[in-house]
């Protein structure tokens, strides 16, 4: 039997109930007094009426209402659910990150110190190359200035000399020593063939 049938049963018998109990009371009473009794039990049963129908009403619009109401709270209670339940998941995964931030840093430190060395040695490496190649450069040019410096004593020694020579001759060579030069001079052409 549905609800409906249940409760329509019920109002049924308590209809038949109240009719029974009226009319037992009237027989009871008799006359005058019966008018009296029988609008006080018509009210009776007017109230119990309009009760029925009130309860009738709100189990009629109730059950629906607290139904969705029911669902409502289930389904935010789910979501609610499922809410926490990937926040616990983020917060574990970000206590995991927090656990392995440590090892990163470190593992970050250690390659950046290999790498700071490794740069540190690269950079000695060409500064030494530098100073081998300014060194080289240095004796290059020390040996060509020293070159053009001798050259250039070479040519001012050979001035000298030559000046040296000719104010030497000058001296020496009088117009005697001239004649007797250019005489010897003629003389050693004479004996030679043409």
Excluded: C, H
Aim: glycine share 6%; proline share 2%; no cysteine.
């Amino acid at each position: 039997m549905t609800r409906r049938g249940l409760w329509r049963a019920f109002g049924g018998a308590l209809m038949v109930v109240l009719f029974a109990a009226l009319s037992a009371y009237a027989a009871e009473e008799g006359g005058n007094t019966t008018t009296a009794r029988a609008n006080e039990i018509f009210k009776w049963i007017n109230s119990a009426i309009v009760a029925g129908l009130i309860v009738w009403v709100f189990l009629k619009l109730t059950p629906p209402f607290f139904r969705k109401s029911a669902e409502n709270i289930s389904s935010a209670i789910t979501k609610a659910t499922a809410a926490k339940v990937e926040a616990d998941r983020q917060l574990r995964e970000a206590e995991e990150k927090l656990a392995r931030l440590e090892q990163e840093v470190a593992q970050l430190r250690a390659t950046a110190q290999r790498e700071a060395t490794a740069e540190a040695e690269r950079l000695r490496a060409i500064t030494q190359s530098d100073i081998q190649k300014v060194g080289l450069a240095g004796k290059a040019e020390i040996e060509a200035a020293e070159r053009a410096a001798r050259l250039e004593l070479k040519a001012i020694a050979a001035n000298l000399a030559v000046d040296g020579a000719e104010s030497l001759l000058v001296k020496e060579l009088t117009p005697k020593a001239q004649e007797s030069l250019v005489g010897a001079f003629v003389k050693s052409l004479e004996g030679r063939p043409n």
